[in-house]
């Protein structure tokens, strides 16, 4: 997530951000043929929504209480009403009287109860169950120390599905259009048992789309109108079509011919077609940064992680805006910090949360500095030379990326040897959980459109945490934006604020680029929604034009 997010096996869509326009019965507008054909860079890797590693593109067919629309707003889903107490507990969610699973059953409140019990249970494995922190009980369930029968939901009748939550949370509303907490049938986990989600046959589905084709191994799969949607009357295509695509340049010629209506063009594509006609760019809320492993196996190295000096130094000989200009090529930016511009604004003053956190000379390319700051390390620790491995996944570009990363630093840093480890990306992904790396090149695309989504990944027991980074002041301040500063917006700013300038001064990760990525994309197709966060494709209001 999204997007492409290296902590997850999603697979990338490349597609266009356009004007959400009114869906009115104009049919001559339409094409005959209501089909969009897409590449993804990897393949899906399961359709169980309880253990899914991203929703970049599933969010099309599962469908939570809310979706979101243009802009990170609020749209409805399968809630047709909802309110919450006045000290910001309790939520209570009306359930659609024509929300139906694609089988044809009725999806009620109990649906929801017992998908989101099943996802915070701990033998779920769920990558992404530290999202229902908030939700009552969820924290000790998540940690083991609780039955996950005791979380905090409930189904008072068919209809009405109530959450009650530890301590208000701010982003509720937003989080509730994440595909995460979409309602799962009993009946076809029970049916399916451990085949459950493993194919496109195996499931059912909430959304306005289903998934057929997919044989859980294969590269191509197809989302197919859901006529069983409670809002099917609104779905203009009757098709999505998905195959896996790695070669740019495969992609660029399918595209040409034809046969995909988008493409996301590598850095030598972009200096030959950023004049097209099809040409446009689209941002995502993803920070990609070189995470430091603070417990390697090798006893040497873990000493030179656990230092801070070696870690700036690191920081300084990535010279990013050459990284960008001649390197990535594309619309790129560079990072301000773990949190990506544009994500969040101050609620009193509307500054972006990434400028008012931004520290200068954290982040900014300093080789001399680089180069006293890992004298010094070295002499701390105690050696005079490290080989370090540098573990990127082998997707796109990728592996110029990492040649970079390792040249720079060689160049800045007397007496390191990198060697770059270039995986497939479910290997890497693997290696990054079980902490098999020195340095890894990593991503994170935001859940939701605010920093705490960024600022969770970094908490010690987060799932995310490849690294292993303990600092109890970061983790104080990252609970009290959710916990006791919950329902004060100035002071939960000003903790996320305090949170983001200690990992720039601390470097447990260095941030590098914030990712615009650069398509051709075919004029005809209308209405996709992007988002930069969350969920980033919808294709619900989408259709081809004539």
Known sequence: MKIKRWLG???VVFISVVVLAGCGSNSGKYAAKQELNLSADAPLDTLDVSKANGYGQTGNVFESLYRLGNNGKVTPGLASSSSVSKDGLTWTFK????AKFSDGSKITANDFVYSWKRTIDPKTKALYAYLF???KNADKINAGK?????LGVEATDDQTFVVHLDQPIQYFKVLMSYPLFSPISKKAVDKYGDKYGTKSQYTVYSGPFTVKGWTGTNDTWTFVKNNQYWDKKVVKLDKVNYRVVENPQTKLNLYQSGKLDYTQLSSEQVKN???NKDYTTFPYSITTFLQYNFNDQDKTKKKAFNNVNIRKAMSYAIDRKQLISK???D?????KGLVPTELAKDPKTGKDFADDAYLSGTIEYDKKKAEEYWTKGLKEIGVKDLTLDLTSDNEGNSKNYAEFYAQSLEKALPGLTVKIVNVPTQVAYSRSQSGEFDILVGHWGADFNDPISHLQILQDGSAYNYGKWQNDQYNNLVKKAQNEDANNAEKRWQDMIEAEQIVMKE????????????YLKNPKVKDVIHNTAGTQWSYKYAYIGK
Do not use: C, F
Request: glycine content about 6%.
């Open 9 to 11: 096996v999603i697979a």
């Open 95 to 98: 359930i659609r009287d024509d």
């Open 133 to 135: 922190e908030g939700i």
């Open 146 to 150: 609780m039955d996950p029968s005791k």
């Open 273 to 275: 077609y950023k004049n």
């Open 327 to 329: 390197v990535i090529g």
């Open 331 to 335: 619309a790129s930016t560079q990072s």
């Open 507 to 518: 470097q447990p990760v260095s941030p590098l680029y914030q990712t615009v990525y650069s």
